[in-house]
C-alpha cells in the first residue's frame, strides 16, 4: 500500500523516540508458571516498627542485584553509565543500542569487554533492506554479533511495521516473509528477540487537549500515528504475534509489557497462546499501574517466569532518557529517584504514588507489593537464564573497585 507520509523523515524521527535512542542503532526454555504464588508467602509491609533496613515501602526487604534488560547506552558515557550502576544496584545491564557489524558492534563489544556489566543486543541494518537476499543477511549479521562480539540478543524497533518501505514505498509489515531466517537464526543461537511494536494507544488518538498523552506528544509530535497514513496499531500486534507463533523455536521479548499495557487482558491472553513470548515492563509502569493493584499483582504472579524488569533508560554524553523525554533535561541526580519509583511500585503497597515518567500521564499509580520471591524473578533471574548470564562479580584491591567477567566467558571481539 502506498504510504502518503515522507518515510524517511519519519524514520529519521523514530530516532528521537522512547526506544530508538542512541544510534542506529532456544530458545530460553519459557519457563512455564509452576503455581508457586500459593506457596509465597505475602510480605510484612509497613508491619514492622522495629525495621532498621530496607527501603520505608518495604522494611527489611533487601533487594537482589538488579539486572535491567532495556537501555539504550553509548560507550562514550562509559563513567555516566558506571555511576548509575553503583548507585542503583545494578549488576548487568542491557544495551539494546549494540549496532550493527558495519557501525557500533566492534565498539560496544569492547566496552563490553572492559565492563562485563553491559551486554549487548545487536541491531539490524536496515539500510540493505530492498537488496535482494537481506533476510540471510541480517540472520548471518546477528550470527557474527553473537558469535564474534559476544552479542546476547537482537534488537527490533518499531520502525519495522511503523516506518521501514520496500522501493515502492509500501509499508514493510512486522511479519514480512523476508526475515523469517533472522527469526530462526535468533533460535538456532539461543538469543532472544527483544521486539518492539506499536506504542501507547494514545499515540493513534488525535493530538488535542483530550489526548491523555498530550504532554508528551505536544513535545514530541512525530510521536503520534494518528490517521490513514499509519497502520492501526490492533494491526501492528497482530503481525507481531503471526511472527511469534511461526517461531515457536525463538524466544521474543516483547518490550513495553508487550506494547499493550493498557489492556492486561489482553497481555494475559497474549501470554496463554504464545509460550516463546516474554514481556519488559519498560516505561511502561504509568500504564500497568492504573489498574488495580490486585489485578495487576495476580498477573504478575501468575506469570512470573515471563516478566523482565527494564526502564527505557537512555545514557549518552549529551542526553539522559529516563523511559521518556520532555522540555525539561534530566540530569544525573534524576537517575536514582527515576529507578526508585520502579521499586516503591513492585516491592510497596502504598495507593497514589507517582509513577517513574511524569511526562507520560498526570496520574497515580497503585503499588503492588510483590512477593519477595516473585521479586526476585522479574529483578534477577528471569534475565539471567534468558540471556545465559551470570553477574560479574565485584572485587575490591587496595582501593581500587575491579569487575571481574562472569564465569561463563565472554567472546573476545576480533581484531
Ligand atoms: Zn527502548
Not at 515492563?281 to 500497568?288: C, D, G, M, N
Given at each position: 500500500m502506498p504510504r502518503s507520509v515522507n518515510r524517511v523523515s519519519a524514520f529519521r524521527n523514530a530516532h528521537a523516540c522512547t526506544c530508538t535512542l542512541v544510534a542506529l542503532a532456544s530458545a530460553i526454555a519459557l519457563y512455564a508458571c509452576r503455581g508457586s504464588a500459593e506457596r509465597v508467602s505475602e510480605p510484612s509491609?509497613?508491619?514492622?516498627?522495629?525495621?532498621?533496613?530496607?527501603?520505608?515501602?518495604r522494611p527489611n526487604y533487601e533487594r537482589p542485584t538488579i539486572v535491567d534488560v532495556h537501555a539504550h547506552l553509548s560507550s562514550r558515557a562509559v563513567d555516566q553509565v558506571s555511576q548509575v550502576l553503583d548507585a542503583n544496584g545494578i549488576g548487568l545491564i542491557v544495551n539494546l543500542s549494540g549496532g550493527t557489524i558495519g557501525r557500533g558492534a566492534k565498539r560496544n563489544a569492547e566496552w563490553s569487554t572492559r565492563d562485563p556489566r553491559i551486554v549487548n543486543f545487536a541491531n539490524v541494518e536496515w539500510r540493505a533492506r530492498n537488496v535482494e537476499g537481506f533476510g540471510e543477511f541480517a540472520a548471518k549479521s546477528l550470527e557474527i554479533a553473537v558469535k564474534r562480539y559476544g552479542?546476547?540478543?537482537?534488537?527490533?524497533?518499531?520502525?519495522?511495521?511503523?516506518f521501514l518501505t520496500t522501493p515502492d514505498d509500501s509499508r514493510i509489515p512486522v511479519d514480512w516473509p523476508e526475515l523469517d531466517p533472522l527469526w530462526r537464526m535468533a533460535g538456532t543461537l539461543g538469543v532472544p528477540v527483544a521486539i518492539h511494536t506499536g506504542d501507547p494507544k494514545a499515540f493513534w488518538e488525535p493530538v488535542d487537549e483530550h489526548n491523555e498523552r498530550y504532554a508528551e506528544l505536544s513535545v514530541h509530535p512525530n510521536w503520534s500515528f494518528h490517521g490513514p497514513a499509519f497502520p492501526s496499531r490492533e494491526q501492528l500486534l497482530a503481525e507481531r504475534e503471526r511472527v511469534i507463533a511461526r517461531h515457536r523455536g525463538t524466544t521474543f521479548i516483547c518490550v513495553h509489557f508487550g506494547n499493550n499495557p493498557e489492556d492486561i487482558t489482553a497481555v494475559d491472553r497474549f501470554l496463554d497462546a504464545n509460550p516463546n513470548a516474554v514481556l519488559d515492563?519498560?516505561?511502561?509502569?504509568?500504564?500497568?499501574g492504573r489498574h488495580p493493584a490486585d489485578v495487576v499483582r495476580r498477573f504478575f504472579i501468575k506469570h512470573q517466569d515471563r516478566i523482565l524488569f527494564g526502564t527505557d533508560l537512555g545514557l549518552t554524553p549529551s542526553m539522559i532518557m529516563l523511559g521518556s523525554t520532555g522540555e525539561d533535561e534530566p540530569t544525573l541526580s534524576d537517575v536514582k529517584p527515576f529507578y526508585d519509583a520502579h521499586w516503591r511500585y513492585f516491592e510497596g503497597s502504598e495507593r497514589q504514588i507517582s509513577h517513574p515518567?511524569?511526562?507520560?500521564?498526570?496520574?497515580?499509580?497503585?503499588?503492588?507489593?510483590?512477593?519477595?520471591?516473585v521479586l526476585r524473578k522479574l529483578y534477577q533471574t528471569n534475565a539471567l537464564k534468558l540471556l545465559k548470564a551470570t553477574l560479574p562479580q565485584r572485587t575490591e584491591t587496595s582501593g581500587e573497585t575491579k569487575i571481574d567477567a562472569p564465569a561463563t566467558p565472554t567472546v573476545k571481539p576480533a581484531q
Open positions: 509491609v509497613g508491619a514492622s516498627a522495629a525495621a532498621t533496613t530496607g527501603p520505608s515501602w552479542f546476547k540478543g537482537l534488537k527490533i524497533s518499531k520502525a519495522l511495521g511503523l515492563v519498560s516505561a511502561r509502569l504509568p500504564e500497568i515518567t511524569p511526562i507520560q500521564g498526570d496520574w497515580k499509580i497503585d503499588a503492588i507489593a510483590l512477593p519477595e520471591p
